[in-house]
């Protein structure tokens, strides 16, 4: 809960890590989600995307074998990960990892990275991982925070919530929350923040994880009035 706290630091509330009415409200308000059924969705995401809150930048501290089944030869070659990934004889090479699996010309044409260092600099960031140099920009520009470029780490510090919300509304997934079921959360929500798109054919990853904390904060929510 390192991020909740933060925010109940953030805004004078008692720094508890635990989600009471007034952190609930105070959430609501901050972040303009006034319906129970969206904010019930939205911290049931967000705690399996994050690990309870705890997660606010993406580790690049991959074994070869890990990155090797996470991204494909396209992506990192044997040859890069046995140089620069975690074995026994070597830590892994974190900034090395992201230039490569986040540069070149997928990094250019999927993430808008065109500096050296941008796999690294706008690696995965806030409550739903904000990655790559184009998707900065955007939330910069959706906060009015052009300096964000030059310190992206102040999502983590000051904008972590908010950067969930703006990939909410990037993504339309808003439309999606209007009710909360088992089908709704696992189907339509799920698939859409994980694997691109509601009705996948796939399975989202720890869906019943998801279903699970969805239903814990809507029934949390249940309780107060926002």
Request: one cysteine or more; proline letters at 4%.
């Amino acid at each position: 809960m390192r991020y909740l706290k933060l925010f109940q630091q953030k805004y004078k509330l008692k720094p508890d890590g635990v989600f009471g009415p007034n952190t609930l409200r105070k959430l609501s308000e901050v972040l303009n989600i006034r319906s129970k059924e969206h904010l019930a969705h939205f911290l049931g995401q967000v705690h399996v995307e994050t690990g309870g809150f705890h997660s606010g930048r993406e580790s690049m501290n991959y074994s070869v074998k890990d990155i090797l089944g996470t991204f494909s030869s396209r992506r990192i070659s044997k040859e890069q990960a046995l140089k620069y990934c975690r074995t026994a004889n070597q830590p892994a090479d974190e900034k090395a990892i992201a230039n490569i699996v986040y540069g070149g010309a997928w990094g250019l044409k999927n993430l808008g990275n065109t500096q050296p260092m941008d796999g690294w600099f706008f690696r995965g960031n806030g409550a739903i991982q904000l990655t790559g140099r184009y998707n900065h920009q955007l939330f910069a520009n959706y906060i009015k925070m052009p300096t964000l470029m030059q310190n992206p780490d102040l999502i983590m510090s000051d904008y972590y919530f908010e950067s969930g919300v703006f990939f909410f509304n990037k993504k339309k997934i808003w439309d999606l929350c209007n009710v909360v079921t088992k089908e709704v959360i696992a189907d339509q929500v799920s698939e859409a923040i994980n694997l691109g798109r509601p009705n996948h054919p796939g399975v989202a990853n720890h869906v019943d994880k998801r279903v699970h904390w969805t239903f814990h904060y809507y029934t949390l929510l249940q309780t107060i009035e926002l």
